[in-house]
Nanobody, 121 residues
Framework: VQLQASGGGLVQAGESLRLSCAAS????????MGWYRQAPGKERELVAS???????NYADSVKGRFTISRDNDKNMGYLQMNNLKPEDTAVYYC????????????????WGQGTQVTVSS
């Protein structure tokens, strides 16, 4: 099982980006999907998460600007980021709790590689 994140880039403040996270491999089910970010010199922090039923959770700093979603049929997760601010600059990581087809009763934690988001003022 692998996670592949994409969609980062360099934008100006106020612009938008959409991050994608593709899960692949022998997947039985995906429970929680989430996005984390880590800025230089700071700890990794949760940005947003979504469970299989669709309930979402956001960091206070991104509420009203970011939207997390998922496509369960395609094993995809997304993070729509609007009105980006310089303080959103970080490496963004996708994360998911996935039960593989080899062991459907156990969910394991998987991380994608980071994708850089840089917001200039």
């Amino acid at each position: 099982v692998q996670l592949q994140a994409s969609g980062g880039g360099l934008v100006q403040a106020g612009e938008s980006l959409r991050l994608s996270c593709a899960a692949s491999g022998y997947i039985f089910s995906i429970n929680t999907m989430g996005w984390y970010r880590q800025a230089p010199g700071k700890e990794r922090e949760l940005v947003a998460s979504i469970i299989s039923g669709g309930r979402t959770n956001y960091a206070d700093s991104v509420k009203g600007r970011f939207t997390i979603s998922r496509d369960n049929d395609k094993n995809m997760g997304y993070l729509q980021m609007n009105n980006l601010k310089p303080e959103d600059t970080a490496v963004y990581y996708c994360n998911a709790v996935i039960a593989s087809g080899w062991n459907p009763t156990r969910g394991d934690d998987y991380w994608g590689q980071g994708t850089q988001v840089t917001v200039s003022s």
